[in-house]
């Protein structure tokens, strides 16, 4: 069993950034993959970013490649997502996953644990 907890999200005017980030608790972190998923009013939820057990290998969206960074401390049992030059389309309710594997996994159906979600809004 793993608890996930996301924090961090908020309003944001477009153009600035927002940090979030997702404690985990009742698992070795360490043997954890985590990704950030969300999910937009009237849309599907869909891949965000994701990063390996040891954060050696990481994916993001395309949509969100070069503002986003996916990062994790073990030591912290912690993975963050650094959102910059945010556009309202980032609007979104953002959620932290995890699965028991020590590769790259970047399908929703491979997660097994999901955190209640943090809702970010970016203001035009």
């Known amino acids: 069993q793993v608890q996930l907890v996301e924090y961090g999200g908020g309003l944001v005017q477009a153009g600035g950034s927002l940090r979030l980030s997702c404690a985990a608790s009742?698992?070795?972190?360490?043997?954890?993959?985590m990704g950030w998923f969300r999910q937009a009013p009237g849309k599907e939820r869909e891949i965000v970013a994701t990063?390996?057990?040891?954060?050696?290998?990481?994916s993001y969206a395309d949509s969100v490649k070069g503002r986003f960074i996916i990062s994790r401390d073990n030591a912290k049992n912690t993975v963050s997502l650094q959102m910059n030059s945010l556009k309202p389309e980032d609007t979104a309710v953002y959620y932290c996953?995890?699965?028991?594997?020590?590769?790259?996994?970047?399908?929703?159906?491979?997660?097994?644990?999901w955190g209640q979600g943090t809702q970010v809004t970016v203001s035009s």
């Open positions: 990063i390996t057990w040891n954060g050696g290998v990481t």
């Open positions: 996953a995890a699965t028991a594997s020590y590769g790259l996994r970047v399908r929703i159906g491979e997660y097994d644990y």
């Open positions: 009742g698992r070795t972190f360490s043997t954890l993959a």
